[in-house]
C-alpha cells in the first residue's frame, strides 16, 4: 500500500522527494525492488515496476537522492529487472538507470564496471516499443565523460540495427542519441559528410560523363579539376608519392567502413523520414554539420562540390523529362529520384535549391553564435 501511494504523490508533486531522505525512507522502496526480497503478493513484478518509478523520481535532478542509492546497489537491482518477462518492470529499470547516472559520473564508470551499457544493448530487439525507447534514452544519458569515447562508439555501433525499427518514436530516440554522439566526435563527421558529398558529385557527374559520350556536349568543370590538383598534390592525406599522383579522391579512403560513416548515411536518411519529428529531428543535425562546414577550412571546396551536384541534378533531370509525344495520361504525376540520386541529394531537395540553402544557412543566427543540437531540453 506504501508503494502504491508515493507512487501517486510523486507522480504528481516531484517536491515531495526530500521526505525520503528523512529516516532513510528510500531504503523500503530499495529493498523491495532487489530480486533477492521476496514479496507475498501476486503481482510483484508490478510493485517492483513501481519501486522503480518512485526511485526515478527521487534521482531525476536530485543529487542527494542520486548519491544514497549508489551504496545500496539500485543499479544492479535494475540490471537484474532488464529481463524480467514484465514489460512494465524493464522500462522503469531502465528510466531507473537513466536517472540514476544522469549527470554522475560515478555512476556511470560503476555502470562500465557492472557492464549496465551492455546489457541496455541487448534490449535493442526488445518486441515492445516503449522498452526499446527507454533504452535508447539511458544510453543517450550515458554520454558525458571523454574517456568513454571506445565504449560510447561500440554502444552506437550496436545500436544501429535500430535504423529499420518501425516505431517512429524509437526512431525519434535513435536520432537523439546519434546528435549526442555527433556532437562528441564533431571532426570525424565532417571528414564522412565530406566524403560522402564527393562520392555523391562523383556518382551524378559519372553519370552526365556517361551521358555526354553518347552524343552530348560535354560541359567543363574547374572546381572539380581545381579539387582533385589540390587533394592529390604533395604531402595531401593518402598521396601515393612525393610527385602527388593519386588515381581517385585522396580523401576516399578515410571514413569508408567506419561507425561514423554508417551513422552519417543513416541520418541522412532519418531526415526524409515519413514521420515528421524524426525528420525534423535529425534535418537539425545535418544542417549542423553542413553549417559547421560553411565555418570550417573545406568551407570553398564544400561551396564548389554543393554547387557542381546542383548543376548536375538539373542537367540530368532535363535529359529525363518526359516528351510531348507521351500521353497525358500515362505521364507520371510524381516522378522519384533517379538511381544516380543519393541521400545527400534527396535530403536537401526540400530546400528550393542546394546551393541556396547551404549558402544562406547562416542566416537567422548571431555573431558567434551556433545552432543548438540539444534535441530533448
Avoid at 508490478?46 to 523520481?57: D, K, Q, T, Y
Wanted: hydrophobic share 45%; glycine share 8%.
Amino acid at each position: 500500500m506504501m508503494v502504491f501511494i508515493w507512487a501517486r504523490i510523486l507522480a504528481v508533486d516531484a517536491s515531495c522527494r526530500a521526505y525520503l531522505l528523512k529516516d532513510n525512507g528510500y531504503s523500503y522502496f530499495i529493498q523491495i525492488l532487489s530480486p533477492a526480497s521476496g514479496i507475498p503478493v501476486g503481482n510483484a513484478s508490478e510493485h517492483r515496476a513501481m519501486c522503480a518509478f518512485i526511485l526515478s523520481m527521487f534521482c531525476r535532478g536530485f543529487h542527494q537522492g542520486q548519491v544514497v542509492c549508489m551504496p545500496p546497489n539500485v543499479m544492479g537491482a535494475c540490471l537484474a529487472h532488464l529481463g524480467d518477462e514484465n514489460p512494465l518492470l524493464r522500462q522503469w529499470a531502465c528510466l531507473c538507470l537513466s536517472q540514476l547516472w544522469h549527470d554522475f559520473a560515478e555512476a556511470k564508470w560503476q555502470g562500465i564496471r557492472e557492464g549496465a551499457h551492455l546489457g541496455l544493448c541487448e534490449l535493442a530487439t526488445d518486441n515492445v516499443p516503449e522498452v526499446r525507447a527507454t533504452v535508447l534514452y539511458a544510453l543517450t544519458s550515458f554520454f558525458g565523460i571523454p574517456e568513454m569515447s571506445e565504449e560510447v562508439a561500440k554502444i552506437a555501433g550496436s545500436l544501429l540495427i535500430m535504423t529499420a525499427d518501425g516505431s517512429n518514436m524509437v526512431r525519434k530516440e535513435l536520432v537523439i542519441f546519434l546528435s549526442m554522439f555527433v556532437k562528441r566526435n564533431e571532426g570525424k563527421f565532417l571528414v564522412a559528410a565530406f566524403e560522402q558529398m564527393v562520392q555523391e558529385r562523383d556518382n551524378l557527374t559519372g553519370v552526365a560523363r556517361t551521358q555526354t559520350a553518347e552524343g552530348m556536349r560535354p560541359s567543363t568543370q574547374p572546381s572539380e579539376r581545381h579539387y582533385y590538383r589540390v587533394s592529390s598534390g604533395p604531402g595531401a592525406l593518402g598521396a601515393e608519392g612525393a610527385n602527388g599522383s593519386a588515381a581517385k579522391d585522396t580523401l576516399g579512403a578515410i571514413s569508408p567502413n567506419t561507425i561514423f560513416s554508417a551513422i552519417w548515411q543513416a541520418l541522412l536518411m532519418f531526415s526524409v523520414d515519413p514521420f515528421p519529428e524524426v525528420g525534423h529531428a535529425a534535418q537539425i543535425v545535418v544542417d549542423y554539420v553542413h553549417l559547421a562546414f560553411l565555418q570550417s577550412p573545406l568551407s570553398q571546396h564544400t561551396q564548389d562540390i554543393i554547387k557542381e551536384i546542383s548543376r548536375a541534378n538539373l542537367r540530368n533531370f532535363s535529359l529525363t523529362l518526359p516528351t510531348n509525344s507521351i500521353p497525358e495520361s500515362k505521364r507520371p504525376v510524381s516522378p522519384g529520384p533517379t538511381k544516380a540520386e543519393g541521400y545527400f541529394t534527396t535530403s536537401l531537395r526540400r530546400s528550393a535549391s542546394i546551393a541556396a540553402s547551404l549558402k544562406h544557412m547562416a542566416l537567422g543566427y548571431a555573431s558567434g553564435e551556433t545552432p543548438l543540437l540539444i534535441l530533448r531540453l
